[in-house]
């Protein structure tokens, strides 16, 4: 067999041979939308590693983004690594300090940075330890006032940059190509980093029918951003695929994103939960036509029941959940059936859509707890650990490497349950596990009951200590707009479907759940704010 090396240089160029008239369309203000043919956008590609490389960029340099979904973004996502350097994605919703980490502490050089988000990171360049320059992306070629010396407008250097770059072909498909931090809920984010090898073979399994089946006749609309675990990989998939891709660049609203799916007829479209609750309330107040999209895929946190169900009943929009994480690429699993439940009821279908899935194939799982592999009984709980050739080994110079590295296995810190049928089923985080009387409760499955309430918008569940039995759970909850449920009501709402030792304890009613940076319940800051909290009976 020819030893071909796995390089993201090749999806660039099947996209400008086979699919040059194929569209990116880009949203890079309210007003503003691009339509760039795969063929100029190659063109571009190109004479943005020309440009850089004239900046000092080399192979191993670290090139930092800080950028919303647009085509200048997915310029970088591969003229950065194809020329032998590491894109490093930042969140762009981190805090300041950790922003300012994750930049020094991955030696960023060049930073690539939108022009409207420029005054969020300003206050942070003074603390930046290695950046030399930094190029603002924007429609025009101006440049913010600065007193940081080396700014350039991305168009001019783009304007005056090689038409005939070529990107090296001697490159490693084991090489870097790519880099995202976690988002962190306790202590600093950790570095993870993509190869070359990693990120094609995560492409072409997005690509399989029963994970996200991503083609050319697709229109594709990552929302996840671009700044989070390669936008689930589906930039990266697009394009070798020749799918036209819509990028809904910054501060959208649900109603752009409805708008967006209905103008440019989207096929496939991915978020987090609290994305979709939103479109699912503007969906109902506004209705628009979402007849093309094949599917939803919403990942990140655990979907509600309800919100499933909203979109594939009310909705008739496929709505299938996935589990990854920043050090898995992401794509770990997916909730799609297998033939054997096609006779199964619409309750057993739902069960099977709210789990994370089955595995994608090429990747090993196994759910462990002290006694070894915990059986499919979908009962038994036990910690999630993954290995596969999309999946790190490390974390990048830190050294908790040792706490989730093991025995060429990456343990999770998720706990879960596997069904009969082999879906994995995550119950809750290592440290949100509720353990009451010596058992435990899984927040997840309370939360997801309470979501189902019609008049529940939002709950987390958390632990509150307890002198008797260690914890027991409270649930938080946020209710609808205009809508009004009390505590014994959403108690009595669960009784039936949990054990009377899983009940919550006492209902908080609050306005607000915090979330982390990318959308996720932020667990440590209610029980954070709610330490002192004393139950009324």
């Known amino acids: 067999m020819m030893e071909t090396p796995l390089l993201l240089t090749s999806f660039l160029k099947r996209a400008e041979r086979y699919f040059p008239h194929k569209l990116i369309i880009s949203r890079t203000s309210p007003e503003t939308i691009h339509r760039i043919t795969y063929k100029e956008y190659v063109k571009r590609t190109h ?32 003229a950065v690594p194809c020329a032998g350097a590491i894109l490093h994605m930042v969140n762009i919703r981190l805090s300041p300090e950790h922003i300012i980490y994750v930049i020094n502490h991955a030696e960023d050089e060049i930073l690539l940075i939108d022009g409207d988000l420029f005054p969020l990171l300003s206050k942070a360049i003074p603390y930046l330890k290695t950046v030399k320059h930094i190029v603002v992306m924007q429609d025009n070629m101006e440049v913010p006032e600065s007193t940081f010396p080396n700014v350039y407008s991305y168009e001019k250097l783009l304007a005056e940059a090689d038409d005939n770059f070529a990107f ?9 190509a790519g880099m995202c931090y976690t988002s962190a809920t306790t202590g600093m984010p950790k570095g993870v980093v993509y190869s070359h090898r990693g990120l094609v073979l995560h492409s072409l399994a997005l690509g399989l029918s029963d994970s996200m089946g991503i083609r050319e006749k697709d229109v594709i609309m990552p929302i996840v951003p671009m700044f989070h675990v390669n936008a689930w990989g589906m930039p990266f998939a697009a394009v070798n695929y020749g799918s036209t891709q819509v990028l809904p660049g910054p501060m959208f609203t649900p109603s752009l994103l409805l708008d967006l799916i209905e103008q440019e007829k989207v096929t496939v479209t991915a978020g987090v939960p609290t994305i979709w609750l939103g479109v699912a309330q503007e ?20 979907s509600p029941k309800g919100l499933i169900k909203t979109f594939e009943d009310k909705f008739n929009v496929p709505f299938v959940v996935g589990y990854g994480m920043t050090e898995t690429t992401p794509i770990v699993s997916l909730s799609t059936y297998t033939s054997e439940m096609e006779d199964w009821t619409r309750e057993q279908k739902l069960d099977i859509r709210a789990t994370q899935g089955l595995p994608v194939s090429l990747l090993d799982t196994e759910v462990v707890n002290e006694a070894g592999e915990v059986p499919w009984d979908g009962q038994t709980m036990g910690e999630l650990r993954i290995r596969g050739p999309w999946i790190a080994d490390e974390y990048y110079k830190d050294e908790r490497t040792v706490e989730a590295f093991k025995d060429g296995w990456l343990y999770t810190g998720d706990i879960a349950v596997v069904t009969p049928e082999g879906y994995i089923k995550i119950t809750d985080r290592t440290k949100d596990l509720i353990k009451s009387g010596g058992e435990w409760i899984s927040s997840v499955d309370l939360e997801n009951a309470l979501m189902t309430h019609e008049a529940v918008f939002e709950a987390a569940v958390i632990a509150i200590p307890h002198e008797k039995w260690q914890e027991r759970p409270l ?11 009390t505590k014994e009501e959403l108690i009595s709402f669960l009784e039936g479907q949990f054990a009377k030792w899983w009940l919550p304890d006492d209902v908080v009613f609050i306005n607000e759940i915090p979330k982390t940076s990318v959308g996720k319940f932020l667990k440590a800051k209610l029980r954070e704010d709610l330490k002192d909290y004393q139950v009324i009976i």
């Open 47 to 78: 004479k943005l590693a020309a440009a850089l490389t004239k900046l000092g960029m080399k192979k191993g340099t670290k090139v930092g983004s800080f950028a919303w979904n647009h085509h200048r973004h997915l310029e970088a996502y591969f």
């Open 168 to 176: 090296p072909e001697d490159l490693d498909e084991n090489s870097p």
């Open 283 to 302: 969906q109902e107040k506004n209705p628009r036509d979402l007849s093309s999209l094949r599917s939803v895929v919403c990942g990140g946190s655990a």
């Open 475 to 485: 649930a938080c909850v946020v209710l609808k707009e205009g809508k009004d449920a």
